[in-house]
């Protein structure tokens, strides 16, 4: 069974900057293919995608977050880590990020994106960012 465990939340003042780190564990077949992404959901919203990557390297960021959230990855085969460098932080971005993992996606990462069921794949227990203005 995959485990995602998220690390770095924390709490930083408007404009400040934090790096999430989640560490993909458990069975990931060296050949699978997959999307891997970051997610975040603000108290009474709904959850929303923010920056989605795949073992092809192809990536999608939601507007609202480009030029300022950056997603990357690395050891992409057995045991992804996925990463979310965060500069400048605005206070409408607290919220609780979660990772993760769809194993043999069929999504383009435009579509992962988008309104995903938990189902569909493997999901962190989320880290809490909160951004004081």
Known sequence: QVQLVESGGGSVESGGSLTLSCVASGYIHSSATYCMGWYRQAPGNEREGVAVVDSDGARSDADSVKGRLTISHDSPKTKPTLYLQMNPLKP??????????????????????????????NWGQGALVTVSS
């Open 92 to 121: 409408e971005e607290t919220a609780t990020y979660y990772c993760a993992l769809f194993l043999a996606c069929t999504m383009t990462t435009n579509q992962a994106l988008g309104p995903v069921r938990d189902s569909f794949g």
